[in-house]
């Protein structure tokens, strides 16, 4: 019982320090955002290494569901996307396509809807822009902004509580494919009790909980032969980010030709039902330049893109971005399809490595890395050997000093040295993992680690 004295001060500990960045620091208070946030790291870390028996991790996820509960009444002090997600929902709740057209256009013209103003307007962080948020989102901001009509946090309340189902599924079905795969169950903790899930998830109001959710019990039905459903689940969690895409091609060999053709064909009837109520003769157009966009215009803590941007300006003096982005996401999907077919032995129990290898080869090569599209390597590494995601995951909160100066601008020191950590914790990985396939095959020989 000794070892057990020390638990419930830590976890109120750690639930303390969650509420503070949740509810203290605004985005300009690095370090009253740096600090607490390194500390949870910490706790968390110890939390899973001193933690052996079941009572122990449930002990831990029960610390994480609190912290979870109190930041769902906690405002995204550290984001501003929560404006266009209300914004979005008024649209909706008013019979209105919110890809149809631009913000300015309801203000210039000066229709009438409720919610709608310029006040809001005003705090849109991409007001020339179309929306980009597919439909499980969608729905989430109608119904948010219908219950509480008049009321940006009532509403912003409701979008976590859904957020917040969603992780306590994600933390359920994790340890139930933990224990499928005759994983260590608290690996779980490596998830229920990471700051940068719980902060941005819950506390930023970003739907990668939602999507997870959806693939991880589309995972789930796949390993289980259940392939309808897992089709379902796959197309709600394509329909809440669009990620999800980039895994399909890793399903063809293990499903076989036949099987994936059946799973994709059905996988596209679910995604037309859940895109049908937005479909219209713009959306494609429209949500199509929001993407396009996305790869020509935005910036952010990038890696190999910002290499070959400074080789651009050496040779041309000015930011080639509108073709190194595009180019950059066609070598993205090149190497997944490759990847797929020089893939040896695919089996349920290495998806989680490719659909790792997946996002860890988009976010290197995608012009814009914020700290919640780190969420899905953190998902995916607790299944693997791997562990850089997880330094990633703390060298990348300190990205948010750029907001701190009095004009925005990126620290090229903390990017470089983000960077730099994670390339030298993914060459351990990968030698930790190759020496341990070495030395578990049957023709092994000592002299093979020293090649």
Known sequence: MRKWNWYPAIGLLFIILSAYIGFVPQQSDFLS?????LSICLLGLCAYWQSYKEEQIRFWISIAIVARVILVFAPPNLSDDIYRFLWDGYLLNAGINPFDELPSYYIENKVQIQGINKVLFEQLNSPEYFSIYPPVAQFTFAFSTWLFPSSYYGATIIMKLFLLAFEIGNIYIITKLLRYFQLPVKNVLLYALHPLIMVEIIGNLHFEGAMIFFLLFAFWFLVQ?????????????????????????????????KKAMMYFSFLGVCLLLLFAPLLSNVFFSNFGNSLELYFRRFEFNASIFYLVRWVGYQEVGYNLIKYIGPSLALFTLLVILLATFLERSPSWKTFPVVGLLAITIYNFNTPTVHPWYICLPIM???????RYPLVWSVFIFFTYINYSYPDYHENQWVIWIEYIGVWLMLLYDFTKVRDRQLSSSPHYRPQDLET
């Open 225 to 257: 032969q259940k392939w309808p459903w897992s089709a379902v689940f796959m197309s709600l969690s394509i329909a809440s980010k669009l990620l999800p895409l980039m895994f399909l091609p890793f399903l063809v060999r293990r499903l076989g030709w």
């Open 33 to 37: 955002i740096i600090l607490p946030y």
């Open 380 to 386: 995916w590494c607790i299944f693997t050997e791997y």
